[in-house]
């Protein structure tokens, strides 16, 4: 199932590069089900991220929005109030970590390298790319406020899996 939930995933972000209609593995349902299976609200939940409980309820009720509308560092925090590794919530409970780890310092090399090569400012390659790069390039680290599609289409333009960069 999780090997088939990564590639659904995959799809889903494939399809959103060509502005076509994603199909998405049930990754809200997943967070409603940790959520509920310690025995918090809406509110709970909200409440520890400092968000309001109208922000947090659509990370339960649309499928999209783990990739869209948090950001790493906040994603890892609802997985640490859920009790839950961020890839069980991701990908379903029997996926494995890729074996492979690259850093964020790893991507901003290659980054640096393909603006290189593209006789490219990193400003105009976060165009292209469709991300402000000049924060990541600073601090690698800045990397983990990017919400998923962001480190997806990142990791997309420098050809490495962003999978293994979230779980570096």
């Not at 499928?63 to 990908?91: G, M, N, Y």
């Not at 409970?93 to 390298?113: C, K, M, N, Q, Y």
């Not at 165009?127 to 990017?146: K, Q, T, Y």
Request: proline share 5%; charged share 25%; net charge negative.
């Amino acid at each position: 199932m999780s090997t088939n939930d990564r590639e659904l995933v995959e799809a889903a972000l494939a399809r959103l590069r060509t502005n076509e209609e994603p199909q998405w593995p049930p990754i809200a349902r997943r967070f409603q089900q940790a959520r509920e299976r310690l025995d918090l609200s809406l509110a709970d939940v909200a409440g520890q991220l400092g968000i309001v409980t109208s922000e947090y309820w659509d990370i339960e009720f649309h499928h999209d929005e783990a990739f869209s509308c948090f950001s790493i560092v906040e994603l890892r925090k609802i997985a640490t109030i859920l009790a839950t590794p961020l890839e069980t919530l991701l990908f379903g409970s029997d996926f494995g970590r890729p074996t492979e780890r690259i850093s964020p310092a790893v991507v901003v090399e290659r980054l640096h390298t393909l603006a290189a090569s593209e006789g490219l400012t990193i400003e105009q390659l976060g165009d292209r790319i469709g991300w402000e790069l000049e924060p990541v390039m600073a601090d690698p680290e800045a990397l983990w406020e990017l919400n998923l599609y962001g480190l997806s289409d990142v990791c997309h333009a420098i050809g490495v899996d962003w999978v293994a960069v979230l779980f570096a």
